[in-house]
């Protein structure tokens, strides 16, 4: 790197460092899920669905939904919550022979909408 080079990204770092200012922010995300194999009943299937976040009430409304591909069934896809209750479970229904469970999920407010997909295999 050139010396003039190394000025310049001296100059910015120092701009980033000394303009910013930390501000209120407005984001969900989910932790990776956790998978449960519910005893004695091998087609079903239990998945804890977190979130964490920043610059929400815990009474704020939110939706965690979880929606799987064919044949596996969901319990209740859309589980309408707040944002303090930071967990739900959803349950599932994996019918025989299914190789690897495609789910994909989401927690979000009136202003975010993304998915992010998950999957596993069922023990038997
Ligand atoms: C779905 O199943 C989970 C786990 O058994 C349960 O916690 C949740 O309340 C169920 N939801 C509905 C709407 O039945």
Not at 64 to 88: D, H, M, Y
Request: glycine share 4%.
């Amino acid at each position: 790197m050139k010396f003039t080079h190394i000025i310049i990204l001296s100059l910015l770092l120092l701009a980033v460092f000394t303009v910013a200012k930390r501000i209120p922010s407005h984001e969900v995300l989910p932790t990776p899920v956790l998978v449960h194999a519910v005893k004695n009943n091998p087609n079903k299937y239990i998945v804890e669905n977190i979130w964490y976040g920043n610059g929400y009430e815990d009474d704020d409304k939110v939706t965690a939904i979880l929606k799987c591909e064919s044949p596996v069934v969901v319990n209740a896809t859309s589980q309408p919550t707040v944002f303090g209750t930071r967990r739900v479970f959803f349950e599932l229904t994996v019918p025989d022979g299914v190789g690897t469970v495609v789910c994909r999920r989401g927690i979000f407010d009136i202003d975010s909408f993304r998915f992010w997909v998950i999957s596993f295999e069922p023990t038997k």
